[in-house]
């Protein structure tokens, strides 16, 4: 199996959405994601649509799918902060950064490395625009994504809240040491 990563175009909106779904579905949901299924299906075609076309172009926002033969089987998004912004959280941006959210595998595809492509992806779009690093929030009790995110490199910053869904902590990961060469393409 050959998982490429890649981001998404406007015109797959429909495709963006039913994957969000997807995610908010999973049973893990109310400690990874701030929305519930629910709250996303309520959403009008105009939201999706212009959720994939923000996440498809420019610097502010970027979704990746990573895909087997055409079939989405994850995604991850990066959200880029300035200094003087408040972030998903309600928290001050101090200096500028790119927060990973949004992170989902099919159950059939995890613990495969696709959590690697998808990461290398948004790493590498991330280095492009001049970020030194990319962070993330996960939810203190969600040892896989923990895991999964240790692999791909990311350490704890030492930073711990409280958001909607419970007690989170922050991990970074610097983008100094990404090797860009393959950092898409994952095969099993």
Known sequence: MTVAARRV???????VRDLRLDAVRDPLAP??????YEEEA???DGFWQDRAANAASGDAVAQFVAEVDGEWIGTVTVIRWNAGETDHHGRDVSTPRGDVVG????PEHRGRGVVDALIGAAAEWARSLGDESLTLDVHAENARAQAAYRRAG??????????SIGPELEMSRPLSDVDLTDADKVSS
């Not at 175009?9 to 495709?15: G, L, P, S, T």
């Not at 400690?31 to 519930?36: G, N, Q, R």
């Not at 990311?154 to 958001?163: C, H, I, L, M, P």
């Open 9 to 15: 175009r406007a015109d797959e909106w429909e495709r």
């Open 31 to 36: 400690i990874a994601f701030l929305h519930s």
């Open 42 to 44: 309520a959403h009008p």
């Open 103 to 106: 992170v989902f595998l099919r």
């Open 154 to 163: 990311f350490v704890e910053t030492g930073t711990r809240f409280s958001a």
